[in-house]
């Protein structure tokens, strides 16, 4: 039985819940299954199951290391379950827990350069881990959004490492949400 819309690993893990039955193997390690079980197990008012899927869900979330992945369960998150504040939650805490691994990958530089929130975001979240960590500067290079974040140590003349001496605008300093140009 497939039901449109259901996707049909999720729909059958559901109905082997619903009916007791052995689960056939499912691919546990994959977040989309459960994110998928979740969204069926909701739909179909199985509230139990629902919480499994979601607890699995985020048990799997956070145990990725590849940033692709990181960044599509994110995206996968404000994309499809914008109206869960749980899982907004959840993604919030997965951008924070793998920032250092998410700036160095390439779609996120791309999707910072065109998505001024979600720059904003990883702004202010670094900023709180430097306030955290003592440390109360945090500088953006309008030239190179992969070195978005510096400390001053790093900078030279107020260029970032990668615009010293080519002439380039000077780096931005960030404050939590004001930005002004270091003199």
């Known amino acids: ?6 996707d049909p690993d999720a729909l059958e893990h559901v109905l082997h819940h619903i009916y007791k039955i052995p689960p056939r193997k499912f691919d546990v390690q994959s977040w989309r299954h459960w994110l998928n079980v979740h969204l069926v197990a909701d739909k179909y008012l199985e509230p139990a199951l629902s919480a499994i899927a979601r607890s699995q869900f985020t048990h799997v979330a956070f145990t990725q290391r590849d940033s692709d992945v990181i960044f599509d369960i994110i995206e996968t998150i ?5 109206h869960d504040e749980r899982f907004l939650q959840l993604a919030q805490s997965l951008r924070e827990h793998n920032i250092v691994a998410l700036l160095q990958n390439e779609r996120v530089c791309k999707k910072m350069d065109e998505d001024k929130d979600w720059r904003w975001e990883v702004i202010n979240i670094l900023v709180d881990q430097k306030k955290r960590s003592g440390e109360h500067s945090v500088f953006l290079c309008p030239n190179h959004i992969r070195q978005l974040f510096l400390s001053g ?4 003349m107020g260029r970032c490492s990668m615009c010293h001496g080519n002439g380039s605008k000077p780096a931005v ?4 949400s004001i930005v002004y140009f270091e003199k």
């Not at 039985?1 to 259901?6: G, V």
């Not at 404000?78 to 914008?82: A, G, I, L, T, V």
């Not at 300093?173 to 939590?176: L, S």
């Open 78 to 82: 404000n994309d499809e379950m914008k």
């Open 1 to 6: 039985m497939l039901l449109k819309h259901d």
């Open 153 to 156: 140590r790093e900078m030279h």
């Open 173 to 176: 300093k960030v404050k939590a």
